[in-house]
């Protein structure tokens, strides 16, 4: 399979670990927003699991695994083009993958894309900060500012490029804005989520 528009035709074989992980999770919400055909075999320890089930042929691919992570641990396969990224999860393109189609943009109705940005919306938060609530705003300003300008410094940055991290801040006030919009996605939507991930 090369584009995700096979996933409507043919299905596809992939591993999973648990009900609540993303490799399940994510499969059942391509598979009943969009249609895709995925054969899911769940039950693996861990990502890893998952990805020499591959190597060894048991399994066609995986379904959410981050692309720094690829890169970081496999950059080969994606050098010699061994495997085929048919989709991205998030809210915006990585940098690197302007061909592969943003899942979001996948959606042919508006209760579609409502439930796509629900779902991997979280992909933009990644690992947020958060403080308790009833704090003063100079406060809430202060620990923003401090997050921005350690997210800029640069032996930060040269550190996380040692370590072949993928350093994309997010700003506080960006998350807080993402958050309030999906609070407000319709209960009917979230209800029709909910018995999708059973």
């Known amino acids: 399979m090369t584009t995700f528009d096979d996933l409507l035709h043919r299905e596809l074989l992939i591993g999973g670990t648990g009900p609540g992980d993303d490799t399940v ?14 054969k899911i075999i769940a039950g693996y320890p861990g990502g890893n699991d998952v990805v020499l089930a591959m190597e060894r042929g048991e399994l066609q691919g995986r379904c959410g695994w981050s692309y720094s ?18 989709v991205q999860f998030g809210l915006a393109k990585h940098p690197e993958l302007p061909d592969v189609p943003l ?8 209760d579609q894309r409502k439930l796509l940005k629900f779902v991997f919306a979280r992909q933009v938060m ?22 921005t300008d350690t997210m800029a410094d640069k032996e930060f940055l040269a550190d996380a490029e040692r370590s072949k991290l993928e350093i994309t801040p997010v700003s506080g006030e960006r998350i807080q804005e993402l958050v309030t919009e999906l609070y407000r996605t319709p209960p009917e939507l979230t ?8």
Do not use: C, N
Not at 25 to 38: E, I, N, R, W
Not at 103 to 110: G, I, M, R, S
């Open 25 to 38: 999770q994510f499969s059942k919400v391509l598979a009943g927003v969009l249609g895709a055909k995925l």
């Open 69 to 86: 992570s690829v890169k970081a641990a496999h950059p080969d396969w994606l050098a010699q083009k061994k495997i085929a990224i048919l």
């Open 103 to 110: 899942v979001t943009d996948l959606a042919t109705t508006e």
């Open 126 to 147: 990644g690992r947020p900060y958060l403080a308790p609530p009833g704090l003063a705003p100079s406060t809430v300003a202060a620990l923003r500012r401090a997050f």
């Open 191 to 198: 209800k029709r989520l909910a018995d999708m991930l059973k």
